[in-house]
């Protein structure tokens, strides 16, 4: 099970971060909005940093889940 929740807590993290990362560059680089992330609340360019760190955050958590739950 906990492999399962690693996992999950892990492909979250990305889909997360590469959100932050694009609406971060989108806004900072291009002055557009590109993602989905846009769509659900109105954030200020540097407050997709934090949205990457939210997605860092979970995929450490997934992979360090992952790794106590040892081999089967």
Request: without cysteine; charged residues 15%; positive net charge.
């Amino acid at each position: 099970m906990r492999t399962t929740i690693g996992y999950t807590l892990e492909s979250i993290g990305y889909v997360i971060g590469a959100q932050g990362v694009v609406g971060f560059a989108s806004q900072r680089f291009f002055g557009t909005e590109w993602g989905w992330l846009h769509k659900v609340a109105d954030l200020p360019p540097n407050a997709y940093l934090g949205v990457v760190a939210v997605g860092l955050a979970l995929i450490a958590v997934g992979v360090r889940t992952r790794k106590t739950a040892g081999p089967r």
